[in-house]
C-alpha cells in the first residue's frame, strides 16, 4: 500500500504529464491513478466557449463540460472543482494557452484545466478541447474533433478517454456501451444498449419474452443473445448498424447462452440436451466444429481468455457449480476457484490476468477476482446486499456488474480492485446482466 | 398453429434425443438418493397450497412463457408442482410423492402429452440456471418414466429464473420458484 501510496504521488505530482508513455495496444499499463481519500487529481472542466454563432450552444457549453465531468468522476481517480468556485467567465476568456489566467483556476485548487470551444454549423459542430497543466503552465494536449451536434456526448467521451490516457499511458473506457437486461419496459426481459452516462439508450430487442446474457464481438458491431421469441432459447447474433440477425439453433437440444471468440471466427456455446449443459465450438455461422466439454452435469458460462486459446468456464462436476479454464486445443479443464460452493458467470480480464466471477457467501452474491493461475480470490463487493454478472471495461480497469443493493437491481461500476462503486442505472424496472463493449470508433 | 407444430416437434425431438441415450438417470450430483434424508442445505418447509391459486380441472393451463406473454398469472392443472432446494435437482421425499401422484393421474389420462418446465429461484447466475432449470425437468422426467410413464409423453423445458411465481425476496417465495411445473400439451387439433 506504502509503495503504491508513494507511486500515486509521484505519478501525479513528480510526473503528471507523461505523454504517450507507452505505444498503444500493450496491455500493460504504466500507472493506476490511485484514487484514495484525498489523493484524488483535482481538476477543472470548463464550459465551453461558443467560438461562432451558432444557436442551442447553451446545451453545447455545459453538455461537453458537464459530460467530462461525469466520466472523470465515475473513474474515481479525478476531484473535479465544483464549477461553482470557477473565477472567469468561459464565454469572455480565451481557450487556448495565454488566452486565460492560470491563477484562475490555481487559486481555487485546480491542478489540471480542462478548457475548449465549439463552432455549430447546422446539425453539425467542430469542437476543440484542450488539457491544461495549471502548475506548470502549459497545454498538454489538444483535440479537434467534428461531428452532429447531437453526438456531442461522444466527442466528450473521446475527450475524458485522452486525459486518462495523458495520466496513465492508456485511453480510458468512456467511449463505450453497456449491453444489458431489463424489465424497464414491463414483465419482459429485453436487451437495451447505452453509453455508460445512461446516453443514447435504445432496445435492441423487443420481442415480449425472455431474452438474456447479451455480449459484443469484438469489433463493437454485433451483439449476441440468447432468447426465448421463438419458444425455445437460442443464440442470435443482432448487428446494430443493419439490424440483420442471425439465429442459431442446435440440431438436438437448445442453446443456452453463447460468447464470439476475440477473433470473431468462433463462437463458444453453452448446448443443453438430455438435461445435460455442456460447451461446444462452433464455427462463426453456428457449425458445430467439435465438443469442447462431455460430462453429464451441468457445464456453461463459457468465456474466452483475450488470446482465444483458453476458455474460463462452470463445471458442477464435483457437485458444486465452481470456476474452470479450459485449454481449447487440448481440451484439458483445471479448477481454478476452490473456496465457497457456488462460483459462477467467469468473465475473463482483457488485460488476461485475472478472472472475475459471482461467489455465493452466507446466502449473499458478491464479486470476486482470481488470478487465471487459481490462489487467492479477492472477494469486490460487500455482502450486505447480491452482485452479480461482473463484466470488465475493455482496458481491464474497470468492472461493471448488477446488485440489488438499492432494492432492485441496478447496474453498478467500479475499479477493478473494488474502489469507488457507483450506480449507473436506475430504471423501473431490474437491469442485470451487464455486457461491456469494446471501444467504439 | 405453427407455434404448436414446432412444440410437437420439439417433443419428438426430445424423445429421439433421450431414446439414443438410453435415458440414463441423472446423479451427478452426489449420493442424490439420500440428499433428503442427510441434505447439506435442509428442505424447507412448502409453504402453503394457499399461495397458488385453487386448480379447476377444467382450467386450460398453457406454457409458463405463454402466461408471461399474455400477462396472466400462472394457473395450475391437474398435475401438482415439485419443489427443489437451492442449487440441487436431486428429488426430495415429498418431490418424489407428488411425482407419483402425477404419474397416478397420467396414467388414467393415457392420451395426455405434458411438458415438463424446469424453474430457479432469482439468485444466482442467469446462465447457470437455466442449466439448473434443465435438470430439475429431466430428473422429473426421469421419475416419472421409472414410475411407468411412457418416455414419449414427456417433453422438457427450462425457463431458468426467468419467469419466477413469487417476486419476493425470502426463502418461501424462492421455496416456490425452485420447482418443476407439468403443462398438459393440447392435443394437435385435426385440420
Known amino acids: ?441 | 398453429m405453427a407455434a404448436m407444430y414446432k412444440m410437437v416437434w420439439c417433443g419428438v425431438m426430445t424423445i429421439f434425443i433421450f431414446a439414443g441415450l438410453g435415458c440414463a438417470p441423472s446423479a451427478s450430483k452426489p449420493d442424490p438418493s439420500v440428499a433428503s434424508s442427510a441434505p447439506a442445505k435442509p428442505p424447507e418447509k412448502r409453504p402453503g397450497e394457499g399461495q397458488r391459486s385453487a386448480t379447476k380441472e377444467s382450467t386450460q393451463e398453457g406454457s409458463s412463457l405463454d402466461q408471461l406473454r399474455e400477462g396472466k398469472p400462472p394457473v395450475s392443472g391437474p398435475l401438482k408442482d415439485v419443489f427443489f432446494g437451492f442449487d440441487r435437482y436431486d428429488l426430495e421425499a415429498e418431490a418424489r410423492s407428488t411425482l407419483k401422484a402425477n404419474a397416478d393421474w397420467l396414467k388414467k389420462n393415457p392420451a395426455a402429452r405434458i411438458e415438463i418446465e424446469g424453474h430457479c429461484d432469482e439468485r444466482g447466475t442467469n446462465e447457470y440456471n437455466l442449466a439448473l432449470g434443465a435438470k430439475r425437468a429431466q430428473a422429473a422426467k426421469d421419475y416419472l418414466v421409472t414410475l411407468g410413464i411412457a418416455t414419449e409423453r414427456l417433453s422438457t423445458i427450462s425457463y431458468g429464473e426467468e419467469i419466477p411465481v413469487c417476486k419476493e425476496q425470502n426463502e418461501s417465495c424462492w421455496r416456490q420458484n425452485r420447482r418443476a411445473r407439468f403443462v398438459i400439451i393440447p392435443s394437435r387439433p385435426a385440420s
Do not use: C
Not at chain 1, 473513474?75 to 495565454?98: C, H, M
Not at chain 1, 426481459?189 to 438474456?212: C, P, W, Y
Not at chain 1, 465438443?291 to 462436476?317: K, M
Open chain 1, 1 to 441: 500500500m506504502m509503495v503504491k501510496f508513494v507511486f500515486a504521488i509521484l505519478w501525479l505530482v513528480m510526473q503528471p504529464w507523461l505523454v504517450h508513455a507507452q505505444p498503444k495496444g500493450e496491455t500493460g499499463v504504466r500507472g493506476e491513478i490511485v484514487g484514495q481519500g484525498g489523493l484524488k487529481f483535482p481538476i477543472a472542466v470548463s464550459p465551453l466557449k461558443n467560438l461562432g454563432t451558432g444557436a442551442d450552444a447553451a446545451r453545447l457549453s455545459e453538455g461537453i463540460a458537464d459530460t467530462i465531468v461525469y466520466d472523470l468522476d465515475l473513474s474515481g481517480w479525478f476531484k473535479v472543482v465544483d464549477r461553482a468556485a470557477y473565477i472567469e467567465n468561459p464565454q469572455k476568456s480565451g481557450v487556448t494557452l495565454g488566452s486565460f489566467d492560470f491563477k484562475d483556476w490555481s487559486t481555487i485548487g485546480a491542478e489540471g484545466l480542462v478548457k475548449g470551444g465549439f463552432t455549430i454549423q447546422g446539425d453539425d459542430v467542430a469542437v476543440e478541447l484542450r488539457l491544461f497543466d495549471v502548475f506548470q503552465s502549459k497545454e498538454r494536449v489538444g483535440k479537434r474533433y467534428v461531428g452532429r451536434v447531437k453526438d456531442y456526448r461522444r466527442i466528450a467521451h473521446k475527450f475524458a478517454d485522452e486525459i486518462i490516457n495523458q495520466f496513465t499511458g492508456v485511453p480510458g473506457i468512456f467511449n463505450t456501451r453497456i449491453a444489458y437486461v431489463s424489465t424497464s419496459g414491463g414483465r419482459f426481459k429485453e436487451i437495451h444498449v447505452a453509453h455508460l452516462d445512461g446516453s443514447e439508450k435504445f432496445q435492441l430487442t423487443s420481442n415480449r419474452t425472455i431474452n438474456l446474457s447479451p455480449s459484443w464481438t469484438s469489433d463493437g458491431k454485433s451483439v449476441l443473445y440468447t432468447s426465448y421469441k421463438d419458444r425455445n432459447s437460442s443464440l442470435y447474433l443482432f448487428e446494430l448498424y443493419s439490424g440483420k440477425e442471425v439465429k442459431f439453433a442446435p440440431r438436438n437440444g437448445r442453446y443456452l447462452g453463447g460468447k464470439i471468440s476475440p477473433d470473431g471466427q468462433f463462437i463458444a456455446a453453452t448446448v443443453e440436451t438430455g438435461g445435460n449443459s455442456n460447451i461446444i465450438l462452433l464455427d462463426r455461422n453456428g457449425n458445430l466444429i467439435r465438443s469442447l466439454t462431455e460430462n453429464a452435469g451441468i457445464e456453461v458460462s463459457p468465456s474466452w481468455s483475450p488470446d482465444g486459446r483458453q476458455l474460463a468456464f462452470v463445471s458442477d462436476r464435483t457437485g458444486s457449480p465452481q470456476v474452470y479454464v479450459l485449454d481449447v486445443a487440448s481440451q484439458k479443464a483445471r479448477r481454478i476457484t476452490y473456496s465457497g460452493n457456488y462460483n459462477t458467470s467467469p468473465e475473463w480480464s482483457p488485460r488476461g490476468d485475472r478472472i472475475a466471477y459471482t461467489g455465493r457467501v452466507g446466502s449473499r452474491f458478491a464479486i470476486f477476482t482470481i488470478s487465471v493461475d487459481g490462489g487467492e480470490p479477492r472477494k469486490l463487493t460487500a455482502e450486505s446486499a447480491d452482485s452479480e454478472d461482473p463484466t470488465w471495461s475493455p482496458d481491464g480497469r474497470f468492472i461493471a456488474f448488477s446488485s440489488n443493493r438499492a432494492g432492485k437491481y441496478h447496474l453498478y461500476l467500479m475499479q477493478a480492485n473494488g474502489e469507488n462503486q457507483r450506480r449507473l442505472t436506475g430504471s423501473g424496472g431490474d437491469d442485470t446482466k451487464p455486457s461491456w463493449s469494446p471501444r467504439l470508433e
